[in-house]
């Protein structure tokens, strides 16, 4: 499984710097593995700062957890925060740049003179622009590669986990890919369609930007919001695009059989669904098994069936400990609406089998 680029994290973690979160959420890699040692915080504000300040390469063979309480029965050994190596003053992805989650980054100039010619579609051959590896547009590679609007390092949303893309993917296209649209009329099309067809057009457009072979073609009016038919003559229309950035991820450095962390044991994920996944592990010994998916006190995890504590893991993920053998691991969302609504079926629906019984030994 490939970590996409938008982490589904706290906003806190736009504080760590991009090489530490790579680690912490597997991007490229496997997002779950195991880990041999572990610190304990005392809480998460001393958690956010460990995860900010240790060495990347101690990232990978030491694990963070809060839970103090619930650490002291660990059967794993135990590292002390003072053996920590500890950076005075880590780099933030605050003050660095969405694009460097990847490998590489080319900004490919756009001519300010299509935006003007009444041509409603253009292309453009990828592979002159010197880009190391184009991959396609297939559902298979999401998240392998993306395209930003405009020069993304000179803006605010550029930073990591407040970027807001201007571009966004649409599954329109032929089956199996998917291509791009601009954001303003994604919104329209996709959140507010009635709106959209009142006022807009009477035809939802569908994508704008496609990718076949290394050329990427589409339709001329993106190239800003700026002369579509929709906005007018403002300020915009004078001001066309000037570039798009196009990141990606170095094939060798994608690699979905193992994880970036201390040890990697034969692990299937036997099922995954939005509120539920079951690994089947073969654990060569006693570990903690980490999984790169968003915490929360409603996520309950069961190790063969029985339920086991989850902790909290460099402050925003899961882990379990996993004894020396071949177990299956599922980690399911049971928010307490659902207990409360299965146990109130349960109360109610028990009575009236009894009542219609009844009714039905009467009536016979």
């Known amino acids: 499984t490939i970590a996409l680029v938008q982490l589904r994290v706290s906003g806190r973690l736009r504080f760590v710097s991009i090489d530490r979160q790579r680690i912490l959420a597997g991007i490229g890699k496997r997002r779950f593995g195991f880990f041999d040692q572990f610190v304990a915080a005392e809480d998460s504000h001393q958690a956010l700062d460990l995860v900010t300040r240790m060495l990347p390469k101690d990232l990978k063979n030491t694990l963070v957890l809060e839970q103090p309480e619930l650490t002291k029965s660990l059967d794993v050994s135990r590292s002390e925060i003072l053996q920590l190596r500890l950076e005075d003053n880590p780099a933030v992805a605050y003050n660095q740049s969405i694009h460097e989650y990847y490998d590489w980054k080319v900004d490919i100039p756009i001519d300010p003179m299509w935006a003007k010619q009444a041509h409603p579609t253009f292309s453009l051959d990828l592979t002159k622009f010197k880009i190391p590896y184009v991959w396609p547009w297939d559902i298979q590679y999401l998240g392998y ?19 807001y893309p201007s571009f966004s993917i649409s599954f329109a296209a032929e089956p199996g890919s998917y291509c791009y649209m601009y954001q303003h009329e994604w919104y329209l099309t996709q959140v507010r369609p009635k709106l959209y067809r009142e006022f807009y057009a009477p035809e939802m457009p569908g994508c704008q930007l496609y990718l076949n072979g290394g050329v990427m073609s589409g339709k001329t009016e993106w190239l800003g919001p700026y002369v579509t038919n929709d906005i007018g003559d403002g300020l915009e229309a004078e001001q066309p695009l000037k570039q798009v950035s196009l990141a990606g991820f170095y094939p060798q ?14 692990t299937e994920v036997t099922q995954f669904g939005p509120n539920s996944v079951t690994f089947r592990i073969e654990n060569s010994r006693d570990g903690l098994f980490y999984y790169a998916d968003s915490f929360s006190t409603e996520w309950v995890a069961y190790l063969n069936d029985s339920p086991v504590p989850i902790f909290k893991a460099n402050f925003n993920f899961k882990a379990v400990f996993v004894p020396k053998g071949t177990h299956t691991v599922q980690f399911r969302f049971e928010p307490w609406p659902y207990h409360w609504f299965f146990s109130l079926f349960l109360w109610l629906s028990v009575p009236a089998l009894i009542f219609i019984g009844r009714i039905n030994w009467h009536s016979d």
């Open 145 to 163: 590669s993306d395209l930003f609007l405009g020069p993304i390092t000179s803006h605010y949303f550029s930073q990591p986990l407040t970027y």
């Open 253 to 266: 450095n994608i690699d979905s059989d193992r994880s970036p962390y201390a040890r990697n044991e034969p």
